[in-house]
């Protein structure tokens, strides 16, 4: 099956600070991923969709200029969270979809990482 | 925007014992897709259904989309510790390449 991989699982920074989370497609190319934050006991949020070479769009609410999002080859793309502050702390998730998607909203979740801000 | 609503919230039920989770979308459904959570977890792809009156299953699990499309049930048949988690619906509005996701259900299963 399709895997997707998140790096780091976790990630504890101090406020102020810049953190990159890193979302790879490890046997498919994806053309497309998504970058969700959940937050406990909540269900998944999207914040941005990203298309290999071209720009994120952004849901509406979500700062792009705190949330960078570079989706830059067909299997890897990054969620920069910069100057991160406390209220940053969340669950991020990311999703990948492939050209060979069964349903054209078929998706593959990574499996997440957990950002703290002190 | 579209919106789901899962019912119920949260679910404790004993083991061996049958449940149901229903998903209601505010708009047609044109894809349903039903996932499994751990806590602090990725997201684990149960069953799509994309037609009207279309049911699924796999193990003790079955997902049925009505005939309107507009609500969706998972029914688990004597569950086991291994369903505890937290069970989500995605939708496909069908108007934009995303999915909304409902509010989850939280499953404990107990001894």
């Known amino acids: 099956g399709a895997v997707v991989s998140q790096h780091p699982s976790r990630v504890i920074c101090k406020s102020g600070t810049s953190v990159k989370i890193e979302c790879r497609s490890l046997d498919f190319q994806a053309t497309t991923m998504f970058w969700y934050r959940q937050f406990p006991k909540q269900s998944l949020m999207l914040m941005a969709t990203?298309?290999?070479?071209?720009?994120?769009?952004?849901e509406q609410g979500v700062e792009k200029d705190k949330f960078l999002i570079n989706h830059a080859s067909l299997t890897l793309s990054t969620l920069t969270v910069t100057s991160a502050h406390p209220e940053d702390s969340s669950f991020y998730i990311c999703?990948?979809?492939?050209?060979?998607?069964?349903?054209?909203?078929?998706?593959?979740f990574g499996p997440g990482t957990r950002l703290t801000v002190l | 925007s579209q919106e789901l609503e899962q019912s119920p919230q949260s679910l404790i039920v004993q083991e061996g014992k049958n449940l149901t989770i229903n998903c209601t979308s505010s708009?047609?459904?044109?894809?349903l897709y039903w996932y499994k959570q751990k806590y602090g977890e990725g997201l684990i792809f149960l069953m799509m259904?994309?037609?009207?009156?279309e049911e699924k299953s796999h193990e003790k699990i079955t997902a049925k989309l009505d005939e309107k499309k507009q609500q969706s049930s998972l029914h688990i048949t004597a569950s086991q510790p291994s369903h505890a988690g937290i069970y989500l619906c995605g939708a496909d509005a069908g108007t934009a390449s995303k999915l909304t996701f409902g509010t989850g259900t939280r499953l404990q299963v107990t001894l």
């Open positions: 259904l994309q037609k009207g009156g």
């Open positions: 999703s990948a979809r492939g050209r060979q998607a069964v349903s054209y909203n078929e998706q593959f």
């Open positions: 708009k047609t459904l044109y894809g």
């Open positions: 990203s298309n290999e070479g071209s720009k994120a769009t952004y």
